[in-house]
């Protein structure tokens, strides 16, 4: 946030071999996992691949891991319900926590966009050939198999399917299905000075911003800006004490921010995270905060911050909010940066507001195409990336600026963020970008900030505030 302006199918060639007039069977392979390979849908440049392991064991199968090769030229790019680990062209798939375990019988997918002609070969499942259902007792048929490649088909036309990918269990919160979050500014700049009861009432979320460092590695520290104060008449630690209690009582939550463009919160061992859930559990203890928020944008340990929120989450207990802001380049790696940290504490992650703005031009999902900021398609395909790659629809919001001033780039009208959050939710009003199916519980919406919302005439509150209480 700123404080002033702001991812053939292999011709399987099934060999008949001739031998005499006699076919040699196999042994027939002992039951127990196997994985077979799908191509859903192919473009030419790329196409977008499923495996399904199914097991065919009399006992529970806990934890998998499928390993294939990809010819040069041919990559993974974006991948969803899965965890991803490369080297060279050996891409090696495993489990995550709550899809580790099939019962007999039961099968699970994972999906991943390939980019280039090629397919995977060589696969392995646990170590062992892939394989596939346990060979026949009777010979093969003898026909030729077709020389030619199978046709591709285009990505769909037609509107996706409305069935999101097995996630987690959302956690318990009193929040609404869909939210309106707005950052709050605690300091003096062009845009209007608010005292945070002041905040208009189509937020739900209110995040201060911001949180401090202070000269302990990992600690913050809050108190109200003294120019802010000068700005409003006089305006005292008291005052928003006051203010965050009579945003509460309206069943609106105000949440901590820790960062900001300028912020230099340092939590990279464990003596940091023991700091940084300590005194944040502190200023909640002091101003009655409902969570915390971290947007964090000179450096993130994915690591050591999941410590410390786990632990002020043990503090503080299950109504925890723990929302963060990600820049739009820390959510593109599911293993690095803010994309980890989310995936590694998403049984308690309350939501991830990814900035879509100040980012230029990026690849989305779909790993076709550059897509240019402030545009519907942009936001979609970017917020893709996180929905199909681990997190619950209810954990990604999607963060916009609230108009001229807020940002340097990036800036969309009210109507553009509806448009969005329809495409994502309803699978209408999309661009050229049409993602592979809708998330009814996408969670909402963040701006960059209630401050400048006022400043351009609360626009986006009153225009994408009540339009996120139509949604699914």
Same mark, same amino acid.
């Given at each position: 946030?700123?404080?002033?302006?702001?991812?053939?199918?292999?011709?399987?060639?099934?060999?008949?071999?001739?031998?005499?007039?006699?076919?040699?069977?196999?042994?027939?392979?002992?039951?127990?996992?196997?994985?077979?390979? $799908?191509?859903?849908?192919?473009?030419?440049?790329?196409?977008?691949?499923?495996?399904?392991?199914?097991?065919?064991?009399?006992?529970?199968?806990?934890?998998?891991?499928?390993?294939?090769?990809?010819?040069?030229? @041919? /990559?993974?790019?974006?991948?969803?319900?899965?965890?991803?680990?490369?080297?060279?062209?050996?891409?090696?798939?495993?489990?995550?926590?709550?899809?580790?375990?099939?019962?007999?019988?039961?099968?699970?997918?994972?999906?991943?966009?390939?980019?280039?002609?090629?397919?995977?070969?060589?696969?392995?499942?646990?170590?062992?050939?892939?394989?596939?259902?346990?060979?026949?007792?009777?010979?093969?048929?003898?026909? @030729?198999?077709?020389?030619?490649?199978?046709? *591709?088909?285009?990505?769909?036309?037609?509107?996706?399917?409305?069935?999101?990918?097995? /996630?987690?269990?959302?956690?318990?919160?009193?929040?609404?299905?869909?939210?309106?979050?707005?950052?709050?500014?605690?300091?003096?700049?062009?845009?209007?000075?608010?005292?945070?009861?002041?905040?208009?009432?189509?937020?739900?979320?209110?995040?201060?911003?911001? $949180?401090?460092?202070?000269?302990?590695?990992?600690?913050?520290?809050?108190?109200?800006?003294?120019?802010?104060?000068?700005?409003?008449?006089?305006?005292?630690?008291?005052?928003?004490?006051?203010?965050?209690?009579?945003?509460?009582?309206?069943?609106?939550?105000?949440?901590?921010?820790?960062?900001?463009?300028?912020?230099?919160?340092?939590?990279?061992?464990?003596?940091?995270?023991? $700091?940084?859930?300590?005194?944040?559990?502190?200023?909640?203890?002091?101003?009655?905060?409902?969570?915390?928020?971290?947007?964090?944008?000179?450096?993130?340990?994915?690591?050591?911050?999941?410590?410390?929120?786990?632990?002020?989450?043990?503090?503080?207990?299950?109504?925890?909010?723990?929302?963060?802001?990600?820049?739009?380049?820390?959510?593109?790696?599911?293993?690095?940066?803010?994309?980890?940290?989310?995936?590694?504490?998403?049984?308690?992650?309350?939501?991830?507001?990814?900035?879509?703005?100040?980012?230029? $031009?990026?690849?989305?999902?779909?790993?076709?195409?550059?897509?240019? &900021?402030?545009?519907?398609?942009?936001?979609?395909?970017?917020?893709?990336?996180?929905?199909?790659?681990?997190?619950?629809?209810?954990?990604?919001?999607?963060?916009?600026?609230?108009?001229?001033?807020?940002?340097?780039?990036?800036?969309?009208?009210?109507?553009?963020?509806?448009?969005?959050?329809?495409?994502?939710?309803?699978?209408?009003?999309?661009?050229?970008? &049409?993602?592979?199916?809708?998330?009814?519980?996408?969670?909402?919406?963040? *701006?960059?900030?209630?401050?400048?919302?006022?400043?351009?005439?609360?626009?986006?509150?009153?225009?994408?505030?009540?339009?996120?209480?139509?949604?699914?």
């Amino acid at each position: 946030m700123k404080r002033s302006s702001p991812l053939i199918l292999s011709l399987v060639t099934v060999l008949t071999v001739a031998l005499g007039a006699a076919w040699l069977a196999k042994p027939a392979h002992a039951a127990g996992p196997t994985a077979t390979f $799908a191509k859903v849908s192919d473009w030419g440049t790329g196409w977008e691949g499923k495996y399904t392991i199914t097991n065919e064991g009399s006992s529970s199968l806990t934890g998998w891991r499928l390993a294939f090769d990809l010819p040069a030229g @041919t /990559t993974v790019g974006t991948y969803w319900e899965a965890l991803l680990h490369s080297s060279g062209q050996r891409y090696t798939f495993s489990n995550q926590s709550w899809n580790g375990t099939i019962a007999p019988g039961a099968s699970i997918s994972f999906g991943f966009i390939g980019s280039g002609p090629g397919s995977p070969t060589n696969c392995q499942l646990n170590g062992a050939e892939c394989g596939s259902a346990p060979p026949p007792t009777t010979p093969p048929p003898t026909t @030729t198999p077709p020389t030619t490649a199978p046709p *591709t088909t285009s990505p769909p036309t037609t509107a996706p399917p409305t069935t999101p990918p097995p /996630t987690t269990t959302p956690p318990n919160d009193d929040l609404p299905a869909h939210i309106l979050t707005g950052y709050w500014h605690n300091f003096d700049n062009p845009a209007v000075e608010l005292r945070l009861r002041e905040v208009p009432a189509e937020y739900d979320v209110v995040a201060v911003a911001f $949180a401090e460092a202070t000269t302990t590695p990992g600690e913050v520290t809050f108190a109200i800006d003294p120019g802010l104060s000068a700005a409003l008449g006089g305006y005292t630690d008291a005052d928003f004490s006051a203010d965050v209690q009579t945003l509460r009582s309206q069943g609106r939550k105000v949440i901590i921010s820790v960062g900001g463009e300028t912020g230099r919160v340092a939590v990279n061992d464990a003596a940091s995270a023991v $700091a940084f859930a300590d005194s944040v559990y502190a200023l909640i203890q002091q101003y009655g905060f409902d969570g915390v928020d971290i947007d964090l944008e000179n450096g993130l340990n994915p690591t050591y911050m999941a410590q410390a929120l786990r632990s002020l989450r043990a503090q503080v207990g299950a109504g925890l909010i723990i929302a963060m802001a990600p820049q739009t380049i820390d959510m593109q790696n599911p293993a690095t940066s803010y994309f980890k940290l989310a995936l590694d504490i998403q049984d308690i992650l309350t939501v991830v507001n990814t900035q879509f703005y100040n980012s230029g $031009a990026m690849l989305g999902c779909d790993q076709r195409f550059a897509y240019s &900021q402030g545009t519907v398609n942009f936001i979609v395909a970017l917020a893709c990336i996180q929905l199909e790659a681990g997190l619950r629809p209810d954990q990604v919001g999607l963060g916009l600026p609230a108009g001229p001033g807020a940002a340097g780039g990036g800036v969309v009208a009210p109507s553009v963020v509806n448009a969005a959050l329809d495409c994502l939710t309803r699978g209408t009003s999309c661009g050229s970008f &049409q993602p592979p199916r809708t998330y009814p519980g996408l969670r909402g919406a963040m *701006t960059w900030s209630v401050n400048w919302d006022v400043t351009n005439g609360n626009s986006f509150a009153q225009t994408v505030g009540p339009h996120l209480d139509t949604l699914p």
